[in-house]
């Protein structure tokens, strides 16, 4: 089984885990309290890591005061990388072609996931990677610290427009305070999969489930949900809450943060939302039940959701179509948007991006890498090896759903054919329609932090601890308390 | 050979030897000095300092780190959450292992490998341990309420439930109690079997004997294991991260938040090390004062042969 897997639904990768490093052992309180201290250490007896870089061809540059800053577009020497993992098919070919336009490059890459303690032990102690790879949701607090660079001239030395190379929506994740300081990787916007054997038991359509009718969401979930005894078998209709809170919030038009990042998340839109999270979880058996419900199911495998029929319909992020091409021959799907409350689609997503410290050696080769991963060319190779994969597996290609809109349409016209699976082509067809109307999140320093008040919000409104009101509201008070930490919360 | 010559020559064995144990010592002397006292050091100066990691410089803060542990709710929530913790883990697992080591002491065929058996729970990584026991704690399909299910009880949602979190740590807790009951075995093989014998003839049955030998003989183990556990309860971190924090979303995030769990936040989501800093040595204050105390109360109940310490 499973269900133990830490699935996001949005795409986003885990900013902040540590189940590799709990791995390791017993982390101890003092141990933290150790570490910290070693950081310091390790920064007092590296000067370098108190002084402006040197000796990097970027650094150099930047010295003489060009209007490119740190950036050329001839770099050479060593780029190491931290988070990126060319695993897949997708990865490599993207990583091989950036490779191979910075030549004079020796790329070398930690490949697990961005870890911020060992992040903190590598700015402290001066020696950083020069790229990294983490959630968009931490770009903007890295940025906050000046732990990462602006990346404006990075763009510019390219030749790249980021509103136009990448989703709007994406960029604007990644820009704080007027600068952009990340390169956006995936916008994998999430939708409505419904379960067609579900649904037609009911007599019900994946039209049906429109987000911009809660009240009438909410009663086919109710129908479709079905229970033995105090057990759930069926969940009518699964948002991915508190996974997709933020979401919810724009679908009632609400949101985190407002335009500087300073979290507004006692809204009355955003009380509206959560009343109707609420609503909905209520009608189909409680918040625990059916936390316990998912947690126990096989999303990867053979007898996923709707395979065994657990699901009348689920928001996930693209990708989870990809997953579910490996049972096509068992399962029945169709797709629909997520409308706003004024009927309007809505592309929203969560996804990691690169970003390039404020101490990294070779910002010139970083910023090359990262600006020739997320290429046209470079998706272009990508989705050409994941057909390639697709054909060999005897799958379906989904299509591939980059950061880049330019690269998607050119997929789209080159690559996306009907598969033969009309529930498939239509669940495809629908998450190129979400992207027509793309949505940010939104950037804060404090992002993190107002996510996971977010999310303590959410469950303890459902679990009926606190009213929707009061949960938000406290929700907003602790992610103040955060933003008053903050360099912009001090007006820095 | 003169009187004194002798003692010179002792006293030059005595330094050699003396210098011999330093020499053999020295690496993890080393080791101590500089990745525990001096990065205790750093860290005590780093709670009176708000630290910018981007510049590696610190400004004085004064006790406004301090100022803020007290003024913050969740820091007490924490607090909270975490001590509850400690006195519900802290027996059990003492119980618990007792128990086990009691049944071990009298097993006379297969002791090894029922020792490793006990042992090896110990020994399995923690993230293997909270996958394990997310499955077993479920709340609908998990084996613990399926157990309990056989006995008409109908279980608690035990990782979501607030009035239940706690119990599925100690539960978790439990599984890894091999270290525990190896110390205790150790102690209970060092009763001296004639006090038993001569119980025995007295007419003591098996209770008597328990609480008249074996708690006074194993005292000090016992002692030694509240002191210890309790420093580690109050340091959870890796079970509560593993089975609420997995994913981000606590499912009981007020319930869930221990301090080890708060002070990883703060150091490493935030960036506020000054903050975490002064978290870390509250803890410590706080420990040093529980042990102050155990140590006070607790001699009064512990046996030592060769008289009271």
């Known amino acids: 089984m499973s269900g133990i897997r830490q699935v996001d639904r949005r795409g986003s990768s885990t900013p902040v885990r540590g189940g590799d490093r709990v791995g390791a052992g017993r982390l101890a309180v003092l141990g933290v309290a150790g570490a910290i201290g070693l950081s310091v250490v390790l920064a007092a007896c590296n000067p370098a890591a108190s002084r402006p870089e040197a000796g990097s061809t970027g650094s150099s540059t930047a010295a003489s005061g060009s209007s490119t800053g740190p950036f050329t577009k001839q770099p050479n020497g060593s780029l190491r990388i931290s988070g990126f993992n060319p695993s897949d098919e997708v990865g490599k070919s993207r990583s091989d072609y950036a490779a191979s336009q910075s030549a004079g490059v020796k790329v070398s890459q930690d490949t697990t996931n961005f870890d911020p303690q060992k992040f903190t032990a590598q700015v402290a102690s001066g020696n950083v990677p020069d790229l990294i790879q983490a959630d968009r949701a931490i770009i903007a607090t890295l940025a906050d610290k000046k732990l990462v660079m602006p990346l404006d001239q990075c763009y510019s030395v390219w030749g790249v427009k980021p509103t136009e190379q990448y989703y709007p929506a994406a960029i604007d994740d990644l820009t704080y305070q007027g600068k952009v300081y990340g390169i956006p990787q995936f916008f994998q916007a999430s939708i409505i999969i419904g379960n067609d054997t579900v649904l037609g038991q009911h007599g019900l359509k994946v039209s049906d489930l429109d987000t911009s009718d809660p009240e009438g969401l909410v009663k086919a979930a109710a129908t479709m949900t079905k229970k033995q005894g105090n057990k759930l078998t069926t969940e009518g209709f699964e948002g991915d809450i508190p996974g997709s809170a933020a979401l919810w919030l724009k679908v009632f038009g609400g949101g985190m943060y407002d335009k500087d990042g300073k979290p507004t998340l006692d809204t009355p839109e955003n009380e509206k939302a959560l009343t109707f999270m609420k609503q909905l979880s209520d009608a189909q058996g409680g918040y625990a039940t059916i936390k316990s419900f998912k947690d126990a199911q096989d999303v990867f495998g053979d007898n996923n959701a709707y395979v065994a029929n657990q699901v009348g319909a689920q928001v996930w992020a693209q990708w989870y179509v990809n997953v579910l091409t490996n049972t096509k021959d068992k399962v029945k799907i169709s797709g629909q948007v997520i409308k706003d409350n004024q009927g309007k689609p809505l592309g929203f997503a969560g996804g990691s991006a690169f970003a390039i410290p404020s101490k990294a050696k070779n910002p010139s080769a970083a910023c090359a890498w990262a600006v020739n991963a997320t290429s046209t060319k470079a998706w272009d190779a990508a989705a050409q090896a994941r057909l390639q994969t697709v054909k060999e597996k005897k799958g379906l290609f989904t299509g591939l759903f980059t950061g880049s809109p330019v690269a998607d349409q050119q997929i789209r016209s080159a690559y996306v054919k009907p598969t033969g699976n009309a529930g498939f082509d239509q669940t495809i067809e629908t998450t190129y329609a979400a992207l027509e109307n793309t949505v940010s999140t939104g950037s804060s320093p404090v992002g993190q932090q107002a996510s996971n008040a977010l999310s303590n919000a959410v469950q303890s409104a459902l679990t009926g601890s606190a009213s929707p009101s009061a949960a938000l509201k406290r929700a907003q008070s602790t992610a103040m308390e955060a933003w008053a930490q903050s360099a912009a919360g001090k007006g820095k | ?309």
């Open chain 2, 1 to 309: 050979m003169s009187t004194t010559a002798k003692r010179r020559r002792r006293e030059t064995y005595q330094w050699r030897e003396a210098v011999a144990g330093y020499l053999f010592i020295l690496p993890w002397l080393i080791g101590l000095a500089v990745f525990t006292v001096l990065s205790m050091g750093w860290s005590l100066r780093l709670s009176f300092q708000h630290y910018d990691l981007a510049t590696a410089t610190g400004t004085s803060a004064g006790l406004d780190n301090y100022r803020q542990l007290v003024g913050n709710p969740r820091v007490a929530t924490a607090l909270g959450n975490t001590f509850t913790y400690a006195l519900m883990a802290v027996p059990v697992d003492i119980c618990f292992a007792l128990l086990l080591a009691m049944l071990l002491s009298h097993q006379r065929r297969f002791t090894g490998p029922f020792r490793v058996i006990y042992y090896l729970p110990k020994m399995t990584p923690p993230v293997a341990t909270a996958a394990v026991f997310l499955l077993l704690l479920n709340g609908q399909y998990g084996a613990i309420n399926r157990f309990l299910g056989w006995f008409g009880v109908d279980g608690p949602t035990w990782l979501v439930d607030p009035h239940w979190v706690k119990v599925s740590i100690v539960i978790m807790t439990l599984w890894a109690v091999g270290g525990t009951t190896v110390i205790l075995l150790a102690a209970l093989q060092n009763v001296p079997r004639e006090l038993y014998e001569s119980a025995q003839v007295d007419g003591a049955n098996g209770l008597a004997q328990f609480l008249r030998i074996t708690v006074p003989m194993i005292s000090p183990t016992l002692f030694f294991l509240v002191i210890t556990n309790t420093i580690g309860a109050l340091q959870v971190f890796d079970q509560a991260y593993l089975l609420f924090y997995r994913d981000g979303n606590a499912a009981a995030p007020d319930a869930a938040l221990f301090y080890g769990v708060y002070l990883y936040q703060q150091a490493f989501q935030q960036f506020n090390f000054g903050l975490a800093a002064a978290m870390s040595w509250l803890l410590f204050a706080i420990l040093m004062v529980i042990t102050a105390v155990q140590l006070k109360l607790g001699n009064r109940f512990v046996h030592y042969e060769g008289g009271n310490r």
